[in-house]
């Protein structure tokens, strides 16, 4: 059973009021986390409860990443959690989001995409390989250009 909202920005030790951004899953240079990091200072400046939480375990070196957040002047608004989650603790990290963010470079299809679905939560995704048959525009979610 997935926590309650509140119950989950607790657990991960969020603001009650916080907008919480989700990037979920195996961090990879082709997901685009580096592009969102680039891009989140501009979102944090025009939405001050924003915050990016991103959880997935990375397959190489984190330090770039690591860097982007350390120099971003929204850096305390951004939380990871770079390990891997177990299925135990997916529903918090889901449960406490308001959306669900893919920057993706290239992708053939997300699981994270469908569990975002599953959680009703909508997904901010680039418009690659098979996301866009998942993504209905202002239904499911929002497609913007790979890259932007």
Not at 6 to 21: F, G, I, K, M, S
Not at 24 to 41: C, T
Not at 43 to 49: E, H, I, K, S
């Amino acid at each position: 059973m997935a926590p309650t909202r509140a119950e989950a920005l607790q657990t991960l030790r969020l603001p009650a009021d916080a907008e919480v951004y989700l990037f979920f899953g195996l961090i990879r240079p082709y997901k685009g986390l580096q592009r969102l990091l680039q891009a989140w200072d501009a979102v944090a400046a025009v939405r001050p409860q924003a915050h990016l939480v991103i959880a997935g375990e990375c397959y190489g070196d984190f330090s770039a990443y690591q860097t982007a957040i350390s120099s971003s002047p929204a850096s305390s608004r951004i939380h990871v959690h770079n390990r891997f989650v177990p299925d135990v603790e997916v529903g918090t990290f889901f449960g406490a989001a308001q959306a669900v963010v893919l920057p993706y470079e290239r992708a053939s299809q997300s699981g994270v995409t469908a569990m975002a679905l599953h959680y009703g939560l909508p997904t901010l995704a680039s418009n690659v390989g098979g996301l866009a048959e998942y993504i209905q525009a202002g239904q499911t979610g929002e497609l913007f250009q790979a890259g932007d």
